[in-house]
């Protein structure tokens, strides 16, 4: 039961990151991230399992998250260079350093939860 509630939860989180996404420059990128996400959770909710989409979403995902942690102004560049400062005061991204670093957790949020349901579905 506390995999659906949380299966349910990750789906509308999702789906409201990706409506939150829509203004964005990267739309197109960005928004099909969390649909795809959204939909792996939302029918891993009713027991409906895609290990191999899952897998391939987390390949993506992990991999796109490397290259945003080694980019100028990337995370790496937010923890060394900049000492890690808060990237969470407000919703405007006004630093170089604040979508990159909040974009590569979100993917790795993303994958936690996709690897969640891949373990269930061939475990």
Do not use: H
């Not at 203004?23 to 990128?29: E, T």
């Not at 900049?82 to 979508?99: G, H």
């Amino acid at each position: 039961m506390a995999l659906v509630i949380l299966n349910g939860f990750f789906c509308v989180a999702f789906l409201l990151f990706a409506y939150v996404n829509l203004n964005d420059p990267d739309a197109w990128l960005w928004v099909t991230i969390y649909l795809v996400a959204s939909a792996g959770c939302g029918l891993a909710a009713f027991k409906m399992y895609f290990p191999t989409v899952y897998l391939v979403a987390i390949i993506f995902y992990l991999i796109y998250a490397i290259q945003l942690f080694f980019s100028k102004d990337g995370v790496r560049d937010w923890i060394i260079k900049y000492k890690r400062p808060s990237i969470v005061e407000s919703m405007q991204a006004t630093k170089p350093y604040i979508e990159k670093t909040r974009e590569f957790f979100g993917l790795l949020i993303i994958s936690a939860a996709l690897g969640m349901n891949y373990f269930v579905a061939v475990g």
